[in-house]
């Protein structure tokens, strides 16, 4: 039941909303339905309009799967909200592009370094597939082939998302898998930059297959080594695409 000086300084949907959100994390598991909102509005002492305000926030956050004339269903969690709030913030203003540089520098070194030192075979298996896919996906470009650039990408992505799960950080794996769309966005202005600086993608396809090698033999020091060289010419290339726009 909420009470007036609850209300006093926010909504009550919102108010509900961090309260409803506290019961599903903490009590209900992916798959499950929430009451109805008429039980749930009675519970949590509101309108059935502020409880249907509320479950719709919790769909925002990427909790709740909701549809048209059922209960809501808890979401198994994934990255998806992350990555379009990232996503949009690079388009509103694609000097966010070197922001996400930044943040990768960290998170990537840290995802191999720990692939490094405790990959399973699977991780592996997995990165050698997006890398071959990378490979193959340069060639098909090169002769002009359609939809090249956009598999190109996605292995791409796949490559460093394939990394991130072999480190056997779910943290950092989640992560990943928000960063998805976002990583592919930049891509496309890193391909931009690399052409206009007169490299190849099968240069990048090289760069990545060093940062796997170390991986595989277990070489986190050189692992750590060639993400950075990666992410330095990534940012150069960036650089190149949007030049006007880096920050000094």
Known sequence: MLHAHDTALRPASVIVADKLTEHVLSTLSPGMRLPSEAELAERYGVSRVTMREAVKMLAGRGLLDVGRG????????????????????????????????????????????????????????????????????????????????????QADADFHEALALASGNRVLSYLFEGMALPLRESFYASRRGRALRGHSLEEMVTLHANILACVGSGDAKGAAEAMSKLIDDAERDIRAAYGTLAPS
């Open 70 to 153: 059922r209960r809501a269903i808890v979401r198994q969690p994934d990255g998806s909200v992350f990555g379009e709030f990232l996503s949009s913030l690079i388009k509103s203003d694609p000097r966010c592009l070197f922001d996400l540089i930044q943040v990768r520098r960290s998170l990537e070194i840290q995802s191999v370094t720990m692939a490094a030192q405790r990959a399973s075979r699977a991780g592996i298996t997995a990165a050698e597939s997006a890398l071959e896919r990378m490979s193959a996906a340069a060639a098909e470009l090169r002769d002009g082939e359609d939809g090249a650039e956009i598999r190109f990408h």
